[in-house]
């Protein structure tokens, strides 16, 4: 427990190197009014590659439940090669003790499209006007 408050603590850097071959694509956040994105990284374990980190809930929001993440993966002129709706857990952010009030996101990107060369996480409350989970692939 005390690792994991050093790491939601340190803030925008992250102890966590992206394997050697992905260390080139850029990681973006975009914060919402409910949630602020603190921590971003790319990690592949057992051979799979997944976008991880952590969301903070903002001290003056108490419901986190309508809110979610947009992943949208880039190439290097900007063109949108994947997007997703993505949750973290838990969904209700509640503060235990001294600690943020924090929740985790695991996102699986195998297999990654050729080209990828940014990588945004957006908060987002509520839900897109025409469009249901997974916009592109």
């Known amino acids: 427990m ?15 190197k992206a ?6 694509v850029r990681l973006q ?7 602020r994105i603190d921590k971003i990284w790319l ?3 057992d051979g799979q590659l997944a976008l991880r980190g952590y969301v903070i809930r903002r001290l003056s929001v108490l419901d986190t439940t309508d809110t ?13 090669l994947r997007t997703s709706q993505e949750g ?6 509640v503060r235990l003790h001294r600690l943020p009030a924090y929740a985790s996101y ?8 050729p080209g990828v060369d940014r990588i945004e996480v957006r908060a987002h409350e ?12």
């Open 2 to 16: 005390a690792a994991l408050a050093v790491i939601l603590t340190a803030g925008c850097s992250t102890p966590f």
């Open 106 to 113: 695991r996102v699986v990107l195998d297999p990654l499209p």
């Open 19 to 24: 394997p050697p071959d992905l260390r080139h």
């Open 126 to 137: 509520g839900h897109h006007h025409g469009t249901s989970g997974e916009t592109a692939r």
């Open 68 to 80: 979610h993440l947009d992943v949208t993966l880039y190439d290097a002129s900007g063109r949108v």
């Open 88 to 93: 973290f857990t838990p969904r209700q952010i």
């Open 43 to 45: 990690a592949r374990k």
């Open 29 to 35: 956040r975009v914060d919402s009014p409910v949630v």
